[in-house]
């Protein structure tokens, strides 16, 4: 049944999705602020919910565009019930702001495959890596990305690797501009850097160690199947699928060295996971089991709600 149903790519999917990010807000995360609500912030809370769906959105776009997966929603369901599994990812708005500017940049970024606006492209994504690492820090990472996509280009020209300095210079300008305006002081800079810790002491509540290890389980037993599928794809195909593996890596890596380990910067490492798990879903011939996937990941939320 939901084979068929997120089998193919249809509004409602859409609609019903952002039901459920709805519904994971409000009795995933508000419960868990004990601030009395006001009139302001449940005008910031729905606007944080806008802002997650317009994330899915903003993926199925690059999936569909980008020929990721197939024509399907199984990312989109994927990306929706991994992150409704771990609420708190909805109290840290740096990191939801962070990440859907990392997913605009890697729309840039998958999109160079493509011989049109190379610098363009390569601009449009340093200058949103920039602006997501002014909300954390460590998104700056993401530029390894963006130097990769470049390298794995034939036609590499000396240009592309300085244009992302480019980006990188105008936006820490423009941030500069603003903090003295509003300060009067460079004290900023030395409060953006932010340390990396390794206590991952919060992992040892239910509410997170089951999601991470569940997600965990599906990127051990969909990789392998990426890892050998990556052989048999067309030259025109491969440098978005090795891109993607690249980006799971170093989304690990941004989530891993999170200052303060909450479960929020798992958040980093669901959109490449989704798209993973999708492809894997995909090709498995056997109905049944794929069906049995599927529920697992619809009912892992719901059972959440209640631990």
Same mark, same amino acid.
Request: charge should be positive; aromatic fraction near 18%.
């Given at each position: 049944?939901?084979?068929?149903?997120?089998?193919?790519?249809?509004?409602?999917?859409?609609?019903?999705?952002?039901?459920?990010?709805?519904? #994971?807000?409000?009795?995933? !995360?508000?419960? +868990?602020?004990?601030? !009395?609500?006001?009139?302001? &912030?449940?005008?910031?809370?729905? %606007?944080?919910?806008?802002?997650?769906?317009? /994330?899915?959105?903003?993926?199925?776009?690059?999936?569909?565009?980008?020929?990721?997966?197939?024509?399907?929603?199984?990312?989109?369901?994927?990306?929706?019930?991994?992150?409704?599994?771990?609420?708190?990812?909805?109290?840290?708005?740096?990191?939801?702001?962070?990440?859907?500017?990392? =997913?605009?940049? %890697?729309?840039?970024?998958?999109? +160079?495959?493509? *011989?049109?606006?190379? *610098?363009?492209?390569?601009?449009?994504?340093?200058?949103?890596?920039?602006?997501?690492?002014?909300?954390?820090?460590?998104?700056? +990472?993401?530029?390894?990305?963006?130097?990769?996509?470049?390298? &794995?280009?034939?036609? $590499?020209?000396?240009?592309?690797?300085?244009?992302?300095?480019?980006? @990188?210079?105008?936006?820490?300008?423009?941030?500069?501009?603003?903090?003295?305006?509003?300060?009067?002081? %460079?004290?900023?800079? $030395?409060?953006?850097?932010?340390?990396?810790?390794?206590?991952?002491?919060?992992?040892?509540?239910?509410?997170?160690?089951?999601?991470?290890?569940?997600?965990?389980?599906?990127?051990?037993?969909? +990789?392998?199947?990426?890892?050998?599928?990556?052989?048999?794809?067309?030259?025109?195909?491969?440098?978005? !699928?090795?891109?993607?593996?690249? $980006?799971?890596?170093?989304?690990?890596?941004?989530?891993?060295?999170?200052?303060?380990? $909450? #479960?929020?910067? =798992?958040?980093?490492?669901?959109?490449?996971?989704?798209?993973?798990? /999708?492809?894997?879903?995909?090709?498995? &011939? *056997?109905?049944?089991?794929? *069906?049995? =996937?599927?529920?697992?990941?619809?009912?892992?939320?719901?059972?959440?709600? @209640?631990?």
């Amino acid at each position: 049944m939901l084979t068929s149903f997120f089998g193919k790519s249809k509004p409602i999917n859409f609609v019903i999705f952002g039901a459920v990010i709805f519904l #994971g807000y409000v009795f995933g !995360a508000l419960v +868990l602020v004990e601030k !009395a609500l006001t009139f302001s &912030q449940l005008a910031i809370d729905f %606007f944080f919910i806008l802002w997650s769906v317009y /994330a899915i959105m903003l993926l199925d776009f690059i999936v569909r565009k980008n020929n990721l997966t197939y024509k399907n929603t199984y990312t989109v369901l994927l990306f929706t019930c991994f992150l409704v599994t771990l609420p708190v990812i909805f109290l840290d708005r740096n990191i939801l702001f962070a990440n859907v500017f990392l =997913l605009m940049a %890697f729309r840039r970024l998958v999109s +160079l495959s493509s *011989e049109k606006n190379i *610098e363009k492209k390569i601009l449009d994504a340093s200058l949103w890596i920039t602006v997501a690492a002014l909300f954390y820090f460590w998104s700056i +990472l993401f530029f390894i990305l963006l130097f990769f996509a470049i390298i &794995q280009k034939p036609d $590499t020209n000396h240009r592309y690797f300085i244009i992302p300095f480019i980006g @990188f210079v105008a936006i820490l300008m423009l941030a500069t501009s603003f903090h003295l305006l509003i300060d009067d002081s %460079f004290a900023w800079l $030395t409060q953006w850097i932010k340390p990396i810790s390794f206590d991952f002491s919060t992992y040892n509540t239910m509410s997170i160690i089951i999601p991470a290890a569940i997600m965990a389980t599906f990127l051990i037993w969909s +990789l392998p199947f990426r890892l050998l599928k990556i052989a048999s794809l067309s030259k025109k195909e491969k440098p978005n !699928a090795i891109l993607l593996l690249v $980006t799971l890596v170093v989304c690990g890596f941004i989530a891993l060295f999170s200052p303060i380990k $909450t #479960g929020a910067e =798992l958040f980093f490492v669901l959109a490449p996971l989704s798209v993973i798990v /999708a492809n894997y879903i995909e090709n498995i &011939q *056997e109905a049944r089991f794929k *069906e049995g =996937l599927l529920w697992l990941v619809v009912i892992v939320p719901i059972a959440l709600l @209640f631990i």
